[in-house]
């Protein structure tokens, strides 16, 4: 089965930067679309970036500028760069990835990783 495993959250002070990771593994898979997504507590999931792999990336208008999408095709992984962050961000960040494998004859598939928590907090 493939599996998606993020890093890089942690507590941070108002203005500071962290910079969260999400690598794919697993057998005989390939990935498209990779991205971010966050969930404060009592609220809904949304978008935060996202990206299909060749050049093209997305973000939320409360990013304004601050966030960068990044990506290693050859290692599967996906980078989201923090910066100024604040207290709003606080939330579990979770990468999701549009993935195919050959024993679902290439269907894709999104997967979803366990979160990693940021807490942006004085």
């Known amino acids: 089965q493939v599996q998606l495993v993020e890093s890089g959250g942690g507590l941070v002070q108002p203005g500071g930067s962290l910079r969260l990771s999400c690598v794919a593994s697993g057998s005989e898979f390939s990935v498209n679309a990779m991205g971010w997504y966050r969930q404060a507590p009592g609220k809904q999931r949304e978008l935060v970036a996202s990206t299909p792999g060749r050049g093209n990336v997305v973000y939320a208008d409360f990013v304004k500028g601050r966030f960068t999408l990044s990506r290693d095709n050859a290692k599967n992984t996906v980078y989201l760069q923090m910066n100024s962050l604040k207290p709003e961000d606080t939330a579990v960040y979770y990468c999701?990835?549009?993935?195919?494998?050959?024993?679902?004859?290439?269907?894709?598939?999104?997967?979803w990783g366990q979160g990693t928590q940021v807490t942006v907090s004085s």
């Open positions: 999701t990835a549009q993935i195919l494998r050959r024993y679902s004859a290439y269907v894709p598939v999104d997967y």
